[in-house]
């Protein structure tokens, strides 16, 4: 395909073998504004349950709270995919998280020895320096929906994987990691991507129709703040856990809260963005 590094014109002989339902039909596209932003107008043109669409650059590209994602081109894996999956708002949460432990799965395959984890609620980082009290991001999720009512109809979860990048830009570069840094042999972005969507594939409808139960002692093993003194725009306190409407507890004075949603830091001293 033209313009599209080899790594990854072979992703849908990857994804079919697999044998899942996710990625298919595969959109490669050499450049898009948003990976998001095309599979929501694929959402609302009637694009089927599974159509997955993963670019090269991305123009536009975009992480929680409007924040800009910049990748250069061919050096990571930018995607989004649709999902028909009909469920109440109050449980888009699990999806976010169930997408980071595909990534996070699909990371420990090619980077065994590295320590990967869940920052809660939709980052996968990597634990590094003196007792693990500094961590890198490796990879971020933004879920968007589309709703009927009180129902969601839609669900586009985007992901972006650092890969293969191994300069960061300055502002980012104490902040951020990739595959390339932690894996010990050469990384295919096709195969990378097929692993998410099957894992994705996998364990979302069971934890939409079941709860978070399915997966919670997987979130628990590889919880990056449990323990930690975090901070929010809702306060401090000591990170105790994913509950299993995937809230962060956090205690403080002897008293649990449940954070339902929002930007989470490790308190004054830490290292964690």
Known sequence: MRG???DLARAAEAIAARGGRLGRPLHVLRETPSTNDEAKHGAKSGAPHGSTWVAEVQTDGRGRQGRAWVSPRGENLLFSVLLRVSCAPARLPWISLVAGLSVLDAARKVAPAADIRIKWPNDV???SGAGEDRFSKLAGILVETSTTGASVDAVVVGVGVNV????FPEGVAHLATSLA???PNPLDRAEILADVLAGLDRDVDLVVARGLGVVHA???ERDALLGRRVRSDQGEGIA???DLDGRLLVERDGERMAWSAGEVHLAAGSLLA
């Open 240 to 242: 105790r856990g994913i």
């Open 218 to 220: 997987r979130l628990a």
């Open 164 to 167: 293969h990048t191994r300069v």
């Open 181 to 183: 840094c932690i894996a």
């Open 125 to 127: 980082v990597v634990a």
């Open 4 to 6: 599209i590094v080899p």
